[in-house]
């Protein structure tokens, strides 16, 4: 099976709809998300469309649960805030409550997915160190962990001992644990403005990162016409 890896959409429906064309001519046949469909960008709902139309297991992200009132808002900055409030007022009541019902943890195929650490997935934490990586791996009982949150594309292994790398090409066959980011595909922030995902091959038991262009100036002017902050739209220029 290989499965397309979409984390961290955000709203960004250009960027979404490039991706699942390039995992398309890929031959990905079923999805795999870590969350943050929406908040951010402007098209929160019809993201939420695209993945429920998918064949897509999918993991709460913070910014999912803000939107259906299940997290607080007090650890956000005033233009995520912002737009958590400009989201909830375009979600319908069933998508609200298809936010509010994804779990934090999910697992398939020898695969976990949660969007910040499996030590404390419910305070969404970054996974960003080494010492983050290992206190996650102790808990992981699948070879493979994809994670989010961070929306920067990065490697931790377990092998002996834990050590990290941006590599895009990841065979897991011969390592103990792995947790790999794909980086976001709303928007990236490793000043590559590119949509980031991943693809798993669960035959081969390689992970591979790639990046594809997309519409970033239509993506941006929606935001802008949408009155959302301006900051969303330049940061998605220079991909921070
Ligand atoms: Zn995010």
């Given at each position: 099976m290989r499965y397309g890896i979409v984390a961290d959409i955000h709203g960004n429906l250009e960027a979404l709809d490039?991706?699942?064309?390039?995992?398309?001519?890929?031959?990905?046949?079923?999805?795999?998300?870590?969350?943050d469909i929406v908040g951010?960008?402007?098209?929160?709902?019809?993201?939420?469309?695209?993945?429920?139309?998918?064949?897509t297991l999918v993991t709460a992200g913070n910014h999912d649960w803000?939107?259906?009132?299940?997290?607080?808002?007090?650890?956000?900055?005033?233009?995520?805030?912002?737009?958590?409030?400009?989201?909830?007022?375009?979600?319908?009541r069933d998508q609200v409550q298809y936010l509010r019902d994804l779990?934090?943890?999910?697992?398939?195929?020898d695969v976990t997915l949660v969007h910040g650490t499996l030590y404390d997935p419910e305070n969404f934490d970054y996974l960003l160190?080494?010492?983050?990586a290992h206190l996650s791996l102790q808990l992981q009982e699948t070879r493979l962990c994809l994670v989010g949150h961070s929306h920067v594309p990065i490697t931790f292994q377990l092998d002996g001992s834990v050590s990290y790398s941006f590599d895009?090409?990841?065979?897991?066959?011969?390592?103990?644990?792995?947790?790999?980011?794909?980086?976001?595909?709303g928007q990236p922030r490793d000043e590559n403005p590119k949509a980031a995902?991943?693809?798993?091959?669960?035959?081969?038991?390689v992970v591979t990162i790639h990046r594809v262009d997309y519409d970033i100036e239509k993506a941006t002017s929606k935001i802008?016409?949408?009155?959302?902050?301006?900051?969303?739209?330049?940061r998605l220029w220079l991909g921070k």
């Open positions: 490039a991706v699942l064309a390039a995992c398309e001519e890929r031959d990905v046949s079923a999805y795999l998300s870590t969350g951010y960008g402007a098209n929160p709902s019809e993201c939420i469309d695209r993945i429920q139309g998918l064949s803000a939107a259906a009132n299940k997290l607080s808002l007090d650890y956000f900055n005033p233009y995520a805030r912002e737009a958590i409030y400009w989201t909830q007022e375009r979600l319908s779990n934090l943890m999910e697992m398939v195929d160190t080494a010492y983050d895009t090409e990841i065979d897991i066959s011969s390592l103990e644990k792995v947790i790999v980011n794909p980086g976001s595909v995902y991943g693809i798993y091959d669960s035959e081969t038991r802008l016409r949408a009155g959302l902050p301006e900051v969303l739209a330049e």
